[in-house]
């Protein structure tokens, strides 16, 4: 069975900071190139979430929702961390848009929506975490010289 390729964090034209792409396009090259799926993860937001699902599911390829997160640094309020969270089923979809809502609503500092642990913590299922690579709070701990930290951090999620 030869190996396939997904892309679980891509940001589009509705990430309004930082991304590019435009939801249709990916999905037609994505279906090119053989890939049987791809996650669509725009920061704080899920807005391009009908046109992509429409889009990808017309092309034939699984759709993986998600979004990038800010989440609370209690040492350093300013610079939170990075977080990406994938919708796994029904119940992660329900809870995300929970999760990102609650961080408009209740969590914004900085200019930016901070989600507070206490609420991914209340709703976890159907949720599926991945690190944040350097922006995560394991990467800013192993990027500061600091493996005790980043194991303790690992070991929460």
Not at 71 to 81: R, S, T, V, Y
Request: charged share 25%.
């Amino acid at each position: 069975m030869p190996q396939t390729f997904v892309h679980l964090r891509v940001h589009s034209e509705y990430s309004m900071v930082d991304g590019l792409v435009r939801v249709k396009p990916l999905v037609n090259r994505v279906a090119a190139l053989g890939m049987p799926a791809v996650g669509l993860t725009e920061q704080s937001n899920m807005c391009s979430l009908v046109r992509f699902y429409k889009a990808a599911m017309g092309a034939g390829v699984k759709p993986i929702i998600g979004a990038d997160i800010w989440l609370e640094n209690p040492d350093e309020p300013e610079n939170p961390f990075r977080v990406t969270l994938l919708a796994r089923d029904n119940d992660g979809y329900l809870n995300l848009t929970e999760i990102i809502s609650l961080g408009y609503t209740e969590g914004q500092h900085f200019g930016k929506p901070i989600i507070l642990r206490k609420w991914l913590e209340a709703r976890p299922k159907g949720l599926i975490a991945l690190s944040g690579s350097k922006m995560g709070d394991v990467g800013k701990a192993l990027l500061a010289d600091k493996p005790e930290l980043a194991r303790e951090r690992a070991r929460y999620w």
